[in-house]
């Protein structure tokens, strides 16, 4: 759609004053998201990592990263937030490719770990570690920051094992149904950046929901 938008030989096609007042719209619409996310809070003051990866398979050492996704939050409230594509340097499976859409083609010209590991660090410095089963992305990203030569350990909290204990009438809680059940914002799941801000959103949810006291 978007090349054909701006492509005045294509169909449909609109005249250039109409195409600048949509351009203006959309990008409105764009700060106005990006607003609203960072105007979330939730009543926890100590830093907070969301990190969600995405992976050539389920076994760190065996496996490697094709994308990291880390939403950082203070004082309860978004400061900032780093996404990249990982050169695995190893072939990503075709069920890997059909679930993320990111090709082997993609990650050809992506950083390798140890080129971001500095802004990871800094990302993850002395945060609570928060994931969806969280498991699986601590322990890919404790494993990538040691093969970078860096130690690294940190608290960690389980967003799937959060919403079980303030909705135990539910028995699924990946991150698909919570996404359905409470409405969560998202573009495209199975992204890195998308999955940590769908989170996040669950997270501020949550306490719209439940209240301060007993999402504390």
């Known amino acids: 759609l978007l090349p054909n938008f701006f492509n005045p030989k294509s169909k449909p096609f609109l005249p250039p004053g109409s195409r600048k007042v949509l351009v203006c719209s959309l990008l409105a619409l764009v700060s106005s998201l ?13 830093p907070i990592a969301i ?6 398979g389920g076994s760190p050492g065996a496996n490697r990263l094709i994308e990291i996704g ?3 939050i203070e004082n309860g409230r978004e400061v900032s937030r780093f996404q990249s594509l990982v050169n695995p340097n190893q072939p990503v499976p075709p069920f890997v490719q059909n679930l993320t859409g990111i090709s082997n083609h993609d990650l050809k010209t992506a950083p390798v770990f140890e080129t971001i590991a500095d802004e990871v660090e800094k990302q993850l410095q002395g945060a609570l570690f928060i994931g969806h089963n969280v498991r699986f992305d601590y322990d890919f990203v404790k494993y990538e920051l040691r093969r970078a030569g860096r130690n690294f350990s940190a608290a960690t909290l389980c967003s799937a094992r959060f ?11 990946n991150l698909a149904e919570l996404i359905e059940r409470h409405g969560l914002s998202i573009v495209s799941h199975h992204r890195a950046l998308d999955d940590a801000q769908a989170v996040w959103h669950f997270l501020n949810k949550m306490v719209q929901e439940v209240g301060v006291q007993k999402f504390q």
């Open 51 to 56: 990190v969600d990866v995405e992976t050539t």
């Open 163 to 173: 919403s079980r204990a303030l909705h135990p009438e539910h028995k699924r809680h």
């Open 34 to 46: 990006l607003q609203s996310c960072m105007s979330q809070t939730i009543p926890y003051t100590n």
């Open 70 to 72: 880390i939403i950082r």
